[in-house]
């Protein structure tokens, strides 16, 4: 498969300039320079910064000069450490992957619509002529399939604005359900050049959100190991509503090869790499990761055996998230291991 350069071994600063109060002392204090120059030494070839419209833009689309001089902060320091950046724009207004935000109507409302393309046009003004280095993801986790038509359709119009001001610049273009694996082979587009197909993978939820306050019904005293017997993962998704939709996958996995190996992220990633070496474009994973309530044994399990199909496939990747949002890197929880998961994800 095509290999994405420059893009295999990242990392996520989530909860910086998105996800958050979206206040000054977070932006001056939550990610600072040092952090750059930490996963560079652990060795990362880039970082993805998501960022919120709200950073950028008032409630009344007025532009914010303070909130994009934090863009250009990051690509400055990712420069210093050599290191390559993803700019995802991961709540526009009108849509946010997380029904908390409260943000609707963007796929039915065409001035939300515009003011998306204008922000596009925004970033590619100021930050396009750094296409060596810095790639533009559209947005995070489209949620409904029932969206895609349209998506695809706001997709092709972004595409066409941003390449109008800067045509070098790589776009990245995910799917529904979240950025899901399965939703790749639909990104069906008129042209791909230049494009990366984006997804995100935190399979088996049940194992990766165990106890997750924000997942619909979710026990929050709810644990799990990983690895262990699809089939009894299967059973323990019949208590969550969330998860009910995959149990049929899960009870035919363990009666073919009960104890999950890596052959679950082969099967898991099977379409989307046969739909990226079609097309002749790379396959790009923008988060994967464990939540902090997970036994440290488990998540390392888990790391090792996502990397070996990851690495195997010349898929980049960026592992969800450096600090605290409940998968921090750098934590309390995390100690135990860190060494042994810097050496998975960036050796």
Known sequence: MTKWEGYQKGINFGGWLSQ??????RYDNFIKEEDFKTVSEWGADHVRIPV???LVETKEGAYKEDGFAYIQNAINWCEKYNLNMILDLHKTM??????????????NNESYQERFYLLWEQFAKRF????KRVAFELLNEVTSPDYMPTWLSIVEIAIKRIRAIEPNVTIMVGGYYNNSVEAVKDIKLSTYDNIILNFHCYDPIVFTHQGAHWVP???????TVFPKNAGDYAKEMAHIPFCQNLMSEFEEMGRREPLITSAYFEMLFESAIKTAEEIGVPLYCGEYGVI????????LNWYKMIMEVLKKHDIGRAAWSYREMDFGFVDEHMKPIIEDIKKELFA
Do not use: L, P, W
């Open 292 to 299: 902090d309530r997970a036994d440290t044994t488990s998540i």
């Open 217 to 223: 019904e979710m026990d929050t005293e709810y644990r």
């Open 128 to 131: 396009g002529k750094y296409y």
């Open 20 to 25: 958050c109060n979206h206040t000054k002392e």
């Open 52 to 54: 919120d419209y709200n």
């Open 94 to 107: 009108g849509f946010s992957f997380d029904v908390g935000e409260q943000e609707d109507g963007f796929f």
